[in-house]
């Protein structure tokens, strides 16, 4: 499979992203970027690369890194960040959702995230 051209990897990452609320896309050090409420979620790392910077805390780092180092990736940049590099040409679209819901989830204030979980348990039921 051809490689993705940047804005269409971050219209992927829009897309998958806007299912949660609050969700604003935004730029962020001059690339594209995504902000819950004003507060950093992830940005491509640069237009050129295909790599997203999402935030991620500081375990479930390590697990991706040793889980999928072809897919995750960490700069020193990032070490004492609690963030992690995706490669969006080397993840599927369920692994990414996974990864956009962890880093809302660190993002998000409080009262979204309650209101969030209480619609996902009125949905079970």
């Known amino acids: 499979?051809?490689?993705?051209?940047?804005?269409?990897?971050?219209?992927?990452?829009?897309?998958?992203?806007?299912?949660?609320?609050?969700?604003?896309?935004?730029?962020?050090?001059?690339?594209?970027?995504?902000?819950?409420?004003?507060?950093?979620?992830?940005?491509?790392?640069?237009?050129?690369?295909?790599?997203?910077?999402?935030?991620?805390?500081f375990v479930d780092r390590e697990i991706l890194l040793q889980a999928a180092p072809h897919v995750f990736h960490l700069t020193d940049h990032y070490r004492n960040y609690p963030a992690i590099l995706v490669d969006l040409a080397a993840i599927d679209d369920s692994a990414l959702k996974e990864v956009l819901e962890r880093g809302w989830r660190m993002a998000a204030p409080k009262k979204i995230l309650r209101e969030w979980e209480t619609g996902l348990a009125s949905a079970r039921t």
């Open 1 to 57: 499979m051809p490689p993705k051209s940047q804005k269409s990897q971050f219209t992927r990452v829009l897309k998958l992203a806007k299912r949660f609320p609050g969700i604003e896309s935004e730029t962020s050090y001059g690339t594209p970027g995504l902000k819950v409420k004003g507060k950093f979620m992830a940005r491509l790392r640069t237009e050129a690369e295909g790599w997203l910077a999402i935030r991620c805390d």
